[in-house]
């Protein structure tokens, strides 16, 4: 009679951890795209188009001199 009411015991606590674990884990899956459409949100019009946090005119990728010394000229194809 003992050893049951302690197994019944152990099988609702078990219930009810697992119950809050699922909870949490739907939470956090529910607000994942919420916060990237929030962080989205305060970009400006440059930064979304470009789709950098910098705006992309001064990123390395695109400069002509090296990253220490940044004058803010874009490249040009062919060089020119």
Do not use: W
Not at 17 to 31: D, N, Q, T
Not at 50 to 66: F, V
Request: aromatic share 8%; charged share 20%; glycine share 8%.
């Amino acid at each position: 009679m003992r050893n049951e009411l302690i197994a019944i015991k152990a099988q609702r606590l078990l219930l009810n951890i697992a119950k809050y674990v699922l909870l949490v884990f739907a939470a956090f899956a529910a607000l994942v795209p919420i916060v990237s459409c929030v962080i989205t949100a305060f970009k400006t019009e440059s930064e979304y188009a470009c789709g950098t946090g910098d705006a992309g005119q001064n990123h390395p990728a695109l400069l002509d001199e090296p990253a220490g010394r940044r004058t803010g000229r874009l490249l040009r194809p062919g060089g020119f």
